[in-house]
């Protein structure tokens, strides 16, 4: 499903998989962050309202929680920024440490 912003000059469209690629760059900009690679991020839209899970990997010596809780600010942001949507969650699960 894709996000669909309508105003009085007509219609933008950003497709699931281009909101995903924001997700990914969003949470990798935080230090100490990877995306895996695997069943990675799952964006949800519905009625222009967002809610994203993404799996990290996080670097050995690195606060977790502090990691997440970053990533999520980051995703919220550059979704809110970018997207013009509004986000209701962003669900982040440390799977791995490296």
Same mark, same amino acid.
């Given at each position: 499903m894709s996000v669909v912003v309508h105003d009085e000059r007509g219609t933008i469209t950003v497709p699931a998989a281009t909101v995903a690629a924001l997700v990914r760059g969003a949470a990798e900009a935080v230090p100490g962050a990877r995306v895996?690679?695997?069943?990675?991020?799952?964006? $949800?839209? /519905?009625? +222009?309202?967002?809610?994203?899970?993404?799996?990290?990997? !996080?670097?050995? +010596?690195?606060?977790?929680p502090? *990691? !997440?809780? !970053? *990533? $999520?600010?980051?995703? $919220? /942001?550059?979704?809110?920024?970018?997207? +013009?949507?509004?986000?209701d969650t962003v669900d982040v699960a440390i799977e791995e440490v490296e």
């Open positions: 895996r690679r695997r069943r990675h991020i799952e964006v $949800q839209i /519905d009625d +222009g309202r967002v809610r994203v899970s993404v799996e990290l990997a !996080a670097r050995y +010596g690195t606060t977790l502090d *990691v !997440a809780r !970053a *990533v $999520q600010e980051r995703v $919220q /942001d550059a979704l809110e920024t970018m997207c +013009g949507v509004a986000v």
